[in-house]
């Protein structure tokens, strides 16, 4: 299955997303998501159906999209999103982006990654150009303040409850551990610069003349 952008799950809880803003304006340490699991099921398939269209997939911000589609009720996505409180604003560092069932990455991350691969700070991600856009795009933040992660009581005692009773890994184990993880790490560090091209080819260096 090809790789599926703007997908992603709140670290924290697990509770899946999509990201609609990346950053904010003057604020790229946070993003705007809407929790799927909080829709409806008219909104959530019309959603799902529009990330995964040739539209969604071509837009480099989802509410690119978003504010061009309407519900099958007639109400602007966007629009319809905001006004019933569905978008939340988050951390980027709590957002880990999942586009596809083998490779995640932080959001802070692939940020930094997308704003290396234009040659920009990630502070430069966020629309530009547009001061209207950028005071509509904070109004839209205000809804809904999540920076602080979520956790589940539930879930905490069970992580706790698997610390205390697991057994010291030995040196062999540990080893062996270490490069299972590097040769994942690569293989994922190599999907994510593909990723990235994908996203923003990188700026080939000219040859001069005299060179």
Do not use: W
Request: net charge negative; proline share 4%; glycine share 4%.
């Amino acid at each position: 299955m090809a790789d599926i952008k703007h997908v992603g799950r709140v670290k924290s809880s697990g509770r899946k997303c999509l990201v609609v803003f990346r950053t904010l304006p003057a604020d790229a340490s946070n993003c705007l998501v809407v929790l799927t699991e909080n829709l409806g099921p008219a909104y959530h398939d019309a959603l799902i159906n529009l990330v995964e269209s040739n539209a969604g997939q071509s837009a480099f911000e989802f509410a690119d999209v978003l504010n061009r589609s309407i519900f099958s009720d007639g109400t602007p996505m966007l629009q319809s999103l905001h006004v019933q409180g569905l978008l939340s604003k988050m951390a980027t560092s709590q957002i880990e982006m999942v586009p596809n069932s083998r490779v995640t990455i932080s959001l802070a991350e692939l940020n930094q990654l997308i704003a290396e691969q234009q040659g920009v700070s990630v502070q430069d991600l966020a629309v530009k150009n547009d001061p209207q856009k950028n005071v509509e795009i904070q109004e839209i933040a205000k809804v809904r303040d999540l920076t602080e992660p979520v956790i589940d009581p539930i879930e905490a005692q069970e992580d706790a409850k698997l610390l205390q009773s697991a057994e010291p890994l030995t040196d062999e184990a540990l080893a062996k551990q270490y490069r299972s993880d590097a040769d994942r790490l690569a293989k994922e560090a190599a999907n994510l610069r593909r990723m990235a091209e994908e996203l923003v080819p990188s700026k080939k260096k000219k040859v001069t003349a005299s060179e």
